[in-house]
């Protein structure tokens, strides 16, 4: 009976201990694990690699040259910029042109001008968002008029007596090339243009012609008597 009364005591007691031990881990067991399965989440977290954003914007378009001066209404521009970014092309301060730049980082298209002076210039946009500055600005002057030229002397079939050397005078645009027989006049800064000029005896045949800086050109043909 003495034994049977310690295996019970024993067993009692062990009950009593796995209920404590329960207790005990419920209260303070199952926080120290979520504590310590946090820590190793955030620990993780923390020696992963962080990502920065990219906030570097991409360099300015390249434009390649222009002429500054033309008489065709519609040229090709072509230039450079960073590869999968979307463009912006400006003409006079508005978007004519929105493309998105190849693998080859080169583009190319038509494009058609106003008559006169044409401001151009271009940005371009990162996948990212990030927005590049303007491009330098090229300026392109559009123009397919013919060339003012005007003869105030000699008027065409005058006869001309006494000496033969005079002095051709007219009139045309500033910056325009004006020439008499292949040789070329003298253009001041206000478009006046002279030449002297020796005739021979007899009829003389003056040929006039006017080129702009644009290529557009005109030409005129006069005969004088001496």
Known sequence: RLQDKRATRGGLFFIIGAILLFIFFIFFGLPFFARVAIFLSDFKKSSAPVQQEDKVPPGPPRIDPLPSYTKEQVITVKGAAEAGSSMKYYKNDEVVKEIVIDD????????????????????????????????????????????????????????IEGKKAIVITGATSPGNKVTVNDRVAIVEDDGGFSMNFNLDEGENRLVFTAEDPAGNFVKREFRVTF
């Open 104 to 159: 080859t980082s080169t583009y190319s298209f038509e494009l058609e001008l106003d008559k006169g002076e044409n401001v151009l210039t271009a940005t371009t946009k990162d996948q990212a968002g990030n927005e590049s500055e303007r491009a330098p600005v090229v300026r392109v002057i559009y123009n397919d008029e013919e060339p003012k030229l005007e003869v105030t002397y000699p008027i065409d079939g005058t006869i």
